[in-house]
C-alpha cells in the first residue's frame, strides 16, 4: 500500500481525504507562507491546503475528529515538508502559497479573506447572506453535511459590495495569476440568486476578462441561463449532492421540499445543451455535483453516468464529516469504496469526449477533477488524450492573449 501511494499521487490525494492529516507540533504553517486553515469552502471543507508530487492541489481534513486518528502526519524538515505513513516517508509536500494579499483588508476595512478565499489555484466567493435553509422557521432545513452557516461572521463576510468583490478579485488576479472565479450562493426567497450575482459577472468579463463560473440551486425558469451563456458565464453548476432520492430527501430537506431532485437533473440536462449557444470564444461546461460517501458507490456511480450521459461533466466531493454539522458524528468513507468512483469518472468523461483540463491555471483542492483520476484506470485513450492536450494547447493560448489585453486596459 506505502509503495502505491508514492506512485500514485492521485490514490495519495483521495487517500487523504478520507483519513484526514496530523500535524507534528514542529510545523510552522503559517510561518512557512502557507494558508491558514479557513472554514471558507462553501460548507464543505476547512482544511490544510498542500501541493502533492505531480502538481496536484489538495485540502486535506485536519480539524476534524477522524483526522486525529489519522496513520498521516506531516512533518517540518530543514524547512521543507515531508508527509509520513505511521513512522515511514511517503514523500516531500509544498504548502499551498499564502499570497500577500490574504494578509491586508479592502478599502472599506475588511480583510480580503472574508471577502473571497483561493480554493486550490482559483478564487472562490460565497456571495450574499447566509442560505435561507438556515433561518427557515420554525425550524432550520439546512443540508446535513453543510457548515457554511458556521462560517458566516467568522471567516466570511455577511456583506459583500460590488467595489469590494472587484478589489479582492483584482488582487488575486494580478499576485496569484487566477483565471477563474467561483460564485456560490445558498437558497433565497423569490429564486433572487441569478439576479444578485450578474452585476458581479458583467463587470469582471468586462474589466478583466476572467473565467467566471456560478453555483446556486437551479432557477425555476431554465431560460435564464441562456442569458447567462450570452453575457459570458462559463460554468454551471448544480450540487444536488445525493442521487438516491430517499437518502436525498433525508440529508437535504430544503432542497427536496423547495426544488425536489428532478428539477436539478433538469436542470443539468438543460444547461448541458447550451454549449453551442453562446459566444464562441466564451467555453461553457455543466457540472452535476455529488457528494460520495452520503450513499453507496454503486449509487455514485450511477449519478455519475447520468450526468455525462446528458453532456455535462460531474464534480464529485468526497463526504467530510464537519465539526458543527448535523453529520459530524459519521466517519468519512473508506478509501477502498471511492476508488470505483473516481475510476469511473475518470472512464465515464473520457468514453462520452467531455472536456476536461482545458482551461489554464485551474486547480482544484476540494476535489478530484477527472483528469486526475486518470491513474486510478488502466484504460488510456490515448486519442482522447491527444485531443484534449490540444484542445488544452489552443485554447491556453488564446485565453492567455485575451488577459493580456485586458491586464494591459
Known amino acids: 500500500m506505502l509503495q502505491e501511494l508514492r506512485q500514485n499521487p492521485a490514490l495519495l490525494k483521495l487517500d487523504l481525504y478520507c483519513k484526514g492529516i496530523r500535524l507534528d507540533e514542529n510545523c510552522l504553517v503559517e510561518e512557512d507562507g502557507g494558508r491558514k486553515i479557513l472554514r471558507t469552502r462553501a460548507g464543505l471543507g476547512s482544511g490544510l491546503e498542500l501541493i502533492l508530487p505531480g502538481n496536484l492541489w489538495t485540502n486535506v481534513p485536519v480539524t476534524e475528529k477522524f483526522a486525529s486518528h489519522s496513520p498521516y502526519s506531516l512533518h517540518r524538515e530543514n524547512g521543507r515538508y515531508m508527509l509520513r505513513w505511521e ?114 459577472i458583467v463587470r469582471i468579463k468586462k474589466e478583466l476578462g476572467l473565467l467566471v463560473g456560478v453555483q446556486t440551486p437551479p432557477h425555476r425558469d431554465l431560460t435564464r441561463y441562456r442569458h447567462l451563456r450570452e453575457i459570458g458565464v462559463n460554468r454551471v453548476s448544480f450540487c444536488f449532492e445525493i442521487f438516491d432520492r430517499k437518502l436525498f430527501e433525508e440529508i437535504c430537506p430544503g432542497k427536496h421540499a423547495e426544488y425536489g431532485l428532478d428539477h436539478y437533473l433538469e436542470a443539468v440536462r438543460y444547461c448541458a445543451t447550451l454549449t453551442h449557444k453562446g459566444p464562441r470564444h466564451e467555453p461553457w461546461v455543466t457540472n452535476g ?94 486519442w482522447q488524450s491527444l485531443k484534449l492536450k490540444a484542445m488544452a494547447g489552443v485554447f491556453g493560448w488564446q485565453y492567455g492573449r485575451r488577459l493580456a489585453q485586458h491586464a494591459a486596459t
Not at 504548502?95 to 479573506?113: C, F, H, I, V
Not at 468526497?318 to 468519512?332: A, C, M, N, S, W
Not at 475510476?343 to 476540494?366: D, F, Q, T, W
Request: aromatic share 8%; net charge negative; charged share 25%.
Open 87 to 200: 513512522r515511514l516517508d511517503v514523500m516531500p509536500v509544498e504548502l499551498a502559497p499564502r499570497p500577500e494579499w490574504y494578509d491586508r483588508s479592502t478599502t472599506t476595512g475588511k480583510p480580503m479573506t472574508q471577502i473571497g478565499t483561493l480554493q486550490g489555484t482559483y478564487l472562490g466567493i460565497y456571495q450574499a447572506k447566509v442560505c435561507e435553509y438556515w433561518t427557515a422557521k420554525p425550524q432550520k432545513s439546512n443540508c446535513k453535511f453543510c457548515s457554511v452557516g458556521l462560517n458566516l461572521g467568522i471567516d466570511d463576510a455577511d456583506t459583500k459590495s460590488l467595489d469590494e468583490v472587484m478589489e479582492v478579485v483584482r488582487a488575486a488576479r494580478d499576485e496569484s495569476g487566477i483565471t477563474y472565479v467561483d460564485f456560490n450562493t445558498g437558497h433565497y426567497e423569490g429564486d433572487t440568486y441569478l439576479d444578485i450575482l450578474e452585476p458581479f
Open 289 to 382: 455535483e455529488i457528494i460520495a460517501g452520503l450513499e453507496p458507490p454503486e449509487s455514485s456511480i450511477r449519478a455519475i453516468d447520468w450526468i455525462t450521459s446528458v453532456g455535462a461533466v460531474p464534480t464529485v466531493c468526497v463526504f467530510r464529516p464537519l465539526i458543527g454539522t448535523d453529520l459530524e458524528h459519521l466517519d468519512p468513507p473508506r478509501t477502498e469504496d471511492m476508488v470505483p468512483v473516481f475510476r469511473r469518472l475518470y472512464e465515464a468523461c473520457m468514453e462520452h469526449k467531455l472536456p476536461m483540463g482545458v482551461a489554464p491555471n485551474i486547480h482544484v483542492s476540494l476535489v478530484m477533477l477527472p483528469e486526475e483520476c486518470r491513474s486510478l484506470s488502466p484504460n488510456r485513450y490515448p
